[in-house]
């Protein structure tokens, strides 16, 4: 049996948080282990509980999510973060991602989106929402300007390039590799390396990365 992934809500609304937690509680492989309705507070959760991954609000008291989110991920074997927004274009939920979330959810999704969602971030992929993501960030760079592209780019080869172009406009691998005529797993192959010489953690970076530089 696949271990149980450790979640921890932070959410100032707790009619909310009570709605998520019976969500995730129904499933064998998920559990919420602590919740909190401020970010301070989620902070001594996450440390105290020591989660797999956050489902974190943008705004709250005390302390927002995205002051929260920063603090967490500069923990030791910091869990991944999910940021929670009400809105589509919501410009609080990209500096979230900018500053290292794995992604965004709209409050109003369906149940069968959340567990998708949060599956797939524990396992790693990060691909919540890729077109919302990159919508959000194609909107925000509209009237930006954009940062040098780093030394690490020009290590890319030809091939990694179209790839990362592609990804970066938010194709899956699948859409990838019909498109390129190549396998799932070689697709996959080719995400990674670009991932490990571009330093990104997953995904949901690389769309990031794209629009901070100019590169799509």
Do not use: C, W
Not at 27 to 38: H, K, M, R, T
């Amino acid at each position: 049996m696949s271990a149980v992934v450790r979640i921890v809500l932070v959410d100032d609304q707790a009619l909310f948080r009570a709605g998520i937690k019976m969500v995730l509680d129904s499933q064998p492989d998920l559990e919420v282990v602590g919740e909190a309705s401020d970010g301070r507070e989620g902070i001594d959760v996450v440390r105290a509980t020591r989660p797999d991954l956050v489902l974190m609000d943008v705004r709250m008291p005390v302390m927002d999510g995205l002051a929260a989110t920063a603090e967490i991920l500069r923990e030791p074997d910091a869990p991944r973060v999910v940021v929670l927004t009400t809105f589509d274009l919501d410009e609080a939920a990209a500096r979230a991602i900018q500053g290292g979330a794995s992604g965004f959810l709209l409050k109003d999704s369906e149940p069968e989106f959340l567990l998708s969602a949060v599956r797939t971030v524990h396992a790693g992929s990060a691909v919540i929402a890729a077109s919302a993501t990159r919508e959000l960030f194609a909107h925000i760079a509209e009237g930006g300007a954009t940062e040098p592209v780093p030394a690490a780019y020009a290590d890319l080869t030809d091939r990694e390039r179209e790839i990362f172009a592609l990804a970066a406009s938010g194709l899956s691998n699948a859409e990838i590799a019909e498109r390129e005529f190549l396998s799932e797993a070689t697709v996959k192959t080719h995400i990674s390396r670009i991932l490990t010489k571009l330093a990104l953690r997953d995904r949901v970076q690389l769309v990031v990365f794209a629009y901070r530089h100019g590169l799509v």
